[in-house]
């Protein structure tokens, strides 16, 4: 079964500490892992697409990277401003659904 | 840019009323996506349409019905509303390929069925 999992739930940095977001997954055929930020009220906005292993990301403070089993999202430096759940998702190939993860929110602290 | 337009923003009902989400992109795109989103439950799929005139199940398409009124429009009907229903309605539309284009959101109808 197609699924995504991601680790921590909740996570509250203070201004400038760095950290990473997790997104484990097991897909049939991956043709692509997703990261989406949502703000409150808000619906999800596309951040970046990961194709292959070995493959990295980067906007702004955000940094993805992706394994055969994981992807990370790396927050350098965050900013008060960068606090919204970050949701991952994967495309199974043969199908045109795309599978999210619960999400990780993200508290940074002034 | 209009993007992915959802009406209406909130919805109260009673159980067993009936009522139809709208949903319009004006962004030429092929594929469209109905998801609901519920607390610890993430996004989850309801029902897609890969194009004009297909609809096709999600993950829990039990007690919903679709109909893609024409390739900008994807509507999402609830026929006898239950508290299980409960939710935020997210509507996307696909930008590329299937499983690796771009998933494109509106701002969510949020429902509660009392």
């Known amino acids: 079964e197609d699924q995504v999992t991601q680790s921590p739930e909740a996570l509250r940095l203070q201004e400038g500490e760095s950290s990473s977001l997790n997104c484990s997954y097991t897909v049939s055929g991956l043709r692509g892992l997703f990261w989406y930020r949502q703000d409150p009220g808000k619906g999800p906005e596309f951040l970046f697409t990961l194709y292959s292993a070995g493959e990295e990301k980067e906007k702004e403070r955000l940094k993805a990277t992706l394994t055969k089993k994981e992807s990370f999202l790396h927050i350098t430096a965050p900013k008060p401003e960068d606090s919204a759940t970050y949701l991952c998702?994967?495309?199974?190939?043969?199908?045109?659904?795309?599978?999210f993860g619960t999400g990780t929110r993200l508290k940074v602290l002034a | 840019n209009a993007g992915v337009t959802q009406t209406p923003k909130f919805q109260v009902l009673k159980t067993g009323q009936s009522m139809t989400l709208q949903c319009a992109q004006d962004m030429n795109h092929n594929s469209m996506y109905w998801y609901r989103q519920d607390p610890g439950m993430g996004l989850r799929l309801i029902y897609y349409s890969a194009s004009e005139g297909t609809t096709d199940k999600g993950e829990v398409p039990n007690g919903y019905n679709v109909s893609r009124l024409n390739k900008r429009e994807f509507s999402l009907r609830l026929e006898s509303a239950a508290p299980s229903q409960t939710s935020v309605y997210f509507c996307a539309s696909l930008e590329g390929q299937p499983n690796t284009g771009e998933l494109f959101f509106g701002e969510g109808s949020r429902l509660t069925v009392l």
């Open positions: 998702a994967v495309g199974p190939s043969g199908t045109y659904k795309y599978i």
